[in-house]
């Protein structure tokens, strides 16, 4: 089991930006594809970014150039950082982990509990 605990949501003007954190405990040795979903009111959650244990990285289009995903390993912990914020960003963003490297729902295991990002216009 691996357990993930997210911060650094919180509210930003538009422009703005935040830096979300991710720390994994537990059986996080076999822990490959670690990524970070998003939840807005009324859709689906969706991928908007994931890391493997190498470093390759994959972005959804509408954030590409804004966010980056970085991730230490030594300390089993991943990033988001989100600059240029929108309000269509606003959602709750969720930490994954998962034992092979994926972009889709199905590819992750194990899911944090949420936080909270709003960017007011």
């Known amino acids: 089991q691996v357990q993930l605990v997210e911060s650094g949501g919180g509210l930003v003007q538009a422009g703005g930006s935040l830096r979300l954190s991710c720390v994994a405990s537990g059986d996080t040795s076999r822990v490959d594809a670690m990524g970070w979903f998003r939840q807005a009111p009324g859709k689906e959650r969706e991928l908007v970014a994931s890391?493997?244990?190498?470093?390759?990285?994959f972005y959804v289009h509408p954030v590409k150039g804004r966010f980056t995903i970085s991730r230490d390993n030594a300390k089993n912990t991943v990033y988001l950082q989100m600059n240029s914020l929108k309000p269509e960003d606003t959602a709750v963003y969720y930490c994954a982990a998962g034992y092979l490297w994926g972009t889709s729902r199905e590819a992750f295991d194990y899911w944090g509990q949420g936080t909270q990002v709003t960017v007011s216009s």
């Open positions: 890391i493997g244990t190498d470093g390759y990285t």
